[in-house]
């Protein structure tokens, strides 16, 4: 490579250029490897069932809070029908005995 200094602005212009070509000629055979090995209907079909796949997981999680709210509203709800149970045993009288 040649040393910076050496070179004009205009030879460093090129320079420049022919780099970012190379690099955009690689990167272009990079996609073309990779439309080889998935073909469109396999890439669709990829970033269709990762989207399902979130989806999936968004709704598992939604479904774990609704069932963590409702697990702790029965035992709020059992609490509080043992209280009211207790309490209203205490006002009964007790059962004579023979």
């Given at each position: 490579?040649?040393c910076r200094?050496?070179?004009?602005?205009?030879d460093l212009?090129?320079?420049?250029?022919?780099?970012k070509?190379?690099q955009l000629?690689?990167?272009?055979g990079?996609?073309?490897?990779?439309e080889?090995?998935?073909p469109?209907p396999?890439?669709c079909g990829?970033?269709?069932?990762l989207?399902?796949?979130?989806e999936?997981?968004d709704?598992?999680?939604?479904?774990?809070?609704?069932?963590?709210?409702?697990?702790s509203l029965?035992?709020?709800?059992a609490t509080?029908?043992s209280?009211n149970?207790?309490n209203?045993h205490?006002?009964?009288?007790?059962?004579?005995s023979?």
């Amino acid at each position: 490579m040649v040393c910076r200094e050496n070179l004009n602005p205009e030879d460093l212009a090129t320079q420049s250029v022919r780099l970012k070509e190379e690099q955009l000629r690689r990167e272009e055979g990079r996609l073309k490897e990779i439309e080889v090995l998935f073909p469109c209907p396999l890439r669709c079909g990829l970033i269709l069932q990762l989207k399902v796949q979130k989806e999936i997981s968004d709704r598992r999680q939604e479904l774990l809070a609704k069932e963590e709210a409702l697990k702790s509203l029965e035992a709020r709800l059992a609490t509080s029908q043992s209280s009211n149970t207790v309490n209203s045993h205490e006002g009964t009288p007790a059962p004579a005995s023979p």
